[in-house]
């Protein structure tokens, strides 16, 4: 069975950083591409960030260029969002997702995901 559990979330100031993580578990994790998604307070969910399977490409949203960064454990099955300088707008759900589809040269457009966690509470607010 395919299982994802995020975790790192919580209550941060504008300003501060956080650090997500997702285990991974029920299939071969190195196999697959992977991504982050946000859903704010009453929106739909949007693409944050993805990564290849060898970690050597990686997409960003452009709202969060230049603070996020996304990597990958592949021998502990883990993927990670680094957030830095967060702002309330990156306040939401955030979830890690299994892409079914190929990397499409990052174009998250033609992303489509066939599994994701349960989520893990972002909020910042001073």
């Known amino acids: 069975e395919v299982q994802f559990v995020e975790s790192g979330g919580g209550m941060v100031q504008p300003g501060g950083s956080l650090r997500l993580s997702c285990a991974a578990s029920?299939?071969?994790?190195?196999?697959?591409?992977m991504a982050w998604v946000r859903q704010p307070p009453g929106e739909g969910p949007d693409w944050v960030s993805g990564?290849?399977?060898?970690?050597?490409?990686?997409y960003y949203a452009d709202s969060v260029k230049g603070r996020f960064t996304i990597a990958r454990d592949n021998a502990k099955n883990t993927l990670f969002l680094q957030m830095n300088s967060l702002k309330r707008e990156d306040t939401g759900l955030y979830y890690c997702?299994?892409?079914?589809?190929?990397?499409?040269?990052?174009?998250?457009?033609?992303?489509?995901?066939?599994?994701w966690g349960r989520g893990t509470q972002v909020t910042v607010s001073s």
């Open positions: 997702a299994r892409l079914k589809t190929s990397w499409a040269g990052g174009d998250p457009d033609l992303w489509r995901s066939d599994y």
């Open positions: 029920g299939f071969t994790f190195s196999n697959y591409d």
């Open positions: 990564i290849t399977t060898d970690g050597d490409s990686t």
